[in-house]
């Protein structure tokens, strides 16, 4: 029979890799896998200033290896894996990195939350080839260009305000006539030259060109009120209307609201199910911060030794 591990930590980001060290140094030496995104979503962010100790900011893959680095020093082992089925009926819990079977005495769940799409088949024609949901991965391509952001909260304002420090113009695409994000960031935005806003406005369409090389040129906007629309010439459009859980491998397993985030005990990280904990963004609908999700990674860490001391597991 394969080896118990006591903690296995599925999801890398900052929820994971907290609850990581603080079983790391509680000699549960946990194991984690990585999944598809490793580092979760500060890997496709660029200035991090709002994480407690960096001063003056850091880049968000950097601040990720600094956190890899910290857990490995401690013993964490972490499989560059997805978990890919999992059957939580009975314990040790079983998971399956595609036909490798993992025991577990307790499973920290950290699988974050991946962007949304407007589910126009023009995203993914063009997906890759002008079509984005990250500025920081793909801004650079647009330099001195004409770009359109699309959506209206504190993504939307974190995408604009990025590209209009690399791009001619940013044109942001809000489907209502004011935004969701924090008053920071909108004015940020608003007040920076480079940005034009287009109010009560939808995106219907994402137009190019196929030859000699597959690239957007133009987005066909529709007015909310009057239905009128207008094509606008861009060379890039970065969707920024939010996230959705990375719970789907959960589902009819741990109990979620109806988006999908993994529904805990209040003032700790318990699921419905003993022994298995959710932390960061996948079961955080409002906050979704590095800094929260990392708090509890820690708290999920702390929540699975109690449950193995009690059983004098550990």
């Known amino acids: 029979m394969s080896k118990v591990h006591n903690v296995v930590i599925v999801g890398s980001g900052p929820a994971g890799y907290t609850a990581a060290l603080y079983a790391a140094r509680a000699n549960l030496e946990p194991v984690m896998f990585s999944g598809l995104q490793p580092g979760g979503q500060l890997m496709i962010t660029t200035d991090v200033e709002n994480y407690p100790g960096f001063p003056d900011g850091i880049l968000g893959p950097e601040i990720m290896d600094l956190f890899r680095r910290q857990v490995e020093r401690f013993g964490t082992v972490i499989e560059p894996k997805e978990i890919t089925k999992v059957d939580l009926s009975q314990r040790p819990f079983r998971l399956w990195a595609e036909e490798e079977e993992i025991l577990a005495r307790t499973v920290i769940v950290s699988t974050g939350a991946s962007a949304k799409w407007l589910g126009l088949p023009s995203e993914v024609t063009y997906g890759g080839f002008g079509v984005s949901a990250c500025a920081t991965c793909d801004g650079f391509f647009f330099r001195n260009r004409e770009v359109a952001v699309v959506g209206g909260g504190d993504t939307a304002m974190e995408e604009a305000h990025y590209l209009a420090k690399l ?33 009560n406005t939808l995106v219907d369409e994402i137009a190019g060109e196929s030859e000699p090389h597959r690239k957007v040129t133009t987005i066909r906007l529709r007015d909310a009120h009057s239905n009128e629309k207008r094509d606008l010439p861009v060379s890039g459009v970065f969707i920024a209307i939010g996230h959705k859980p990375n ?28 022994g298995v904990f959710a932390s960061g963004d996948v079961a955080d609908s409002i906050y979704r911060q590095a800094v929260t999700a990392a708090g509890t990674g820690c708290m999920a860490a702390i929540d699975a030794e109690r449950f193995l001391s009690l059983e004098g597991a550990h």
């Open 167 to 199: 791009c001619s113009k940013v044109h942001l695409i809000h489907r209502r006539d004011e935004f969701r994000a924090s008053k920071i960031m909108q004015e940020r935005v608003l007040n920076d030259p480079k940005v034009e806003v287009h109010w």
């Open 247 to 274: 719970s789907d491998l959960f589902k009819g397993v741990l109990d979620m609201d109806e988006v999908g985030y993994i529904k805990t005990v209040p003032g700790s990280t318990r699921t419905n199910i003993p």
